[in-house]
Nanobody, 115 residues
Framework: QVQLVESGGGLVQPGGSLRLSCAAS????????MAWYRQAPGKERNVVATIGSAGSTNYADSAKGRFTMSRDNAKNTVYLQMNSLKPEDTAVYYC?????????WGRGTQVTVSL
């Protein structure tokens, strides 16, 4: 079992920045890929960024150039640095971890971009 706890969400003005964190516990050594997803009201949950066990990253087109995902293996934590935020980035952001056999989700953290 893997437990994921997100933090760092909040209200920010357009053009601002936030850094989300996701701390993993439990059978964290079995984790392969981790990812950030987001879900806006009335919309599907979509991937924002992924990071492999070796640190390689991939981003959704909407995140490229503005968001950076990183991981600190010593702290068992992944981060999502979000810059130049737009109102359309408003969503609940979820942390995700994949092992060889299972997929785990955190409970999410709300990000609201508004004046």
């Amino acid at each position: 079992q893997v437990q994921l706890v997100e933090s760092g969400g909040g209200l920010v003005q357009p053009g601002g920045s936030l850094r989300l964190s996701c701390a993993a516990s439990g059978s964290r050594f079995s984790i392969n890929t981790m990812a950030w997803y987001r879900q806006a009201p009335g919309k599907e949950r979509n991937v924002v960024a992924t990071i492999g066990s070796a640190g390689s990253t991939n981003y959704a087109d909407s995140a490229k150039g503005r968001f950076t995902m990183s991981r600190d293996n010593a702290k068992n934590t992944v981060y999502l640095q979000m810059n130049s935020l737009k109102p359309e980035d408003t969503a609940v952001y979820y942390c995700n971890a994949d092992t060889a056999t299972s997929r785990y989700w955190g409970r999410g953290t709300q990000v609201t971009v508004s004046l």
